[in-house]
């Protein structure tokens, strides 16, 4: 009753056909490539980016604008936090004083 009844495997039916038998291949050498033309120098793909006082001032002020968004939103993240465990700490107190007061009648 408590031994385990294992599977029997069953037999293979039919005629099993042997592995085929892979024969070596030589490799003959082609003919070699030719070299690769020498080509030309390509031109510059793009200008050379020159920074004036008016795009380093608007790279500065962009700057300061991400980071003053990113530093708002993780302030506020952090507020969120913080005022809903103010409230699930107020609403653990207020049921423990209840719990106490009906063992207390």
Do not use: W
């Amino acid at each position: 009753m408590f031994r385990p009844k294992l599977p029997t495997m069953p037999q293979p039916t039919g005629t099993v056909t042997p592995p085929a038998v892979v024969e070596p291949t030589t490799i003959t050498p082609g003919t070699p490539a030719p070299p690769p033309a020498p080509t030309a120098p390509a031109p510059p793909s793009r200008p050379v980016v020159q920074l004036t006082p008016g795009t380093a001032l608007a790279l500065v002020g962009g700057g300061t604008a991400v980071v003053l968004v990113v530093g708002a939103v993780l302030v506020s993240m952090l507020l969120a936090v913080a005022v809903t465990a103010a409230s699930l700490a107020i609403c653990a107190l207020v049921i423990r004083s209840l719990v106490n007061a009906q063992h207390r009648r």
